[in-house]
């Protein structure tokens, strides 16, 4: 088991954001991420400016050493999504390629996967 980290896109807005809000709703997300994670100690949870994935708003990344990375989208700011991000991501650390298996899935996280990155060789 090594620790998984979560990046969660701060700048994102879904197509009904309002101008004026006060948070978008990348913020509003990553606050749900964070406090998901909070009794999970192989999950990190940080922030980031644009992932690139703006049109598919909400995004995050998955990311641990030597294991596949995923990026996922198109997420609710909504505790759902945040408890069903953090399980995966717990799950993800249990791993050793970082490969959870389908039966494995939280719900929350079904139909949300963008991209998938295998990891560098050990020697790169
Ligand atoms: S603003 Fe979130 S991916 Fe670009």
Redesign the pocket.
């Known amino acids: 088991m090594t620790i998984t980290t979560i990046t969660v ?5 879904r197509d009904d954001w309002q101008a004026g809000t006060a948070l ?1 709703d ?1 913020e509003r997300l990553a606050a749900l991420v964070e406090a998901a994670a909070e009794d999970r100690p192989l999950v990190r949870v940080r922030r980031h ?11 995050v990344a998955v990311q641990g050493k030597g294991k596949m990375a995923y990026t996922l ?1 198109r997420f609710d700011a909504d505790p759902d999504a945040a408890a069903g991000i953090v399980a995966y991501a717990a799950l993800h650390a249990e791993q050793d390629t970082g490969v959870v298996p389908f039966r494995e899935w939280p719900q929350a996280i079904k139909g949300h996967f963008v991209t998938r990155h295998p990891p560098l060789p050990a020697d790169d």
């Open positions: 896109c701060e700048t994102c807005k978008t990348g400016a644009c992932l690139m994935g703006c049109k598919g708003a909400c995004n989208g």
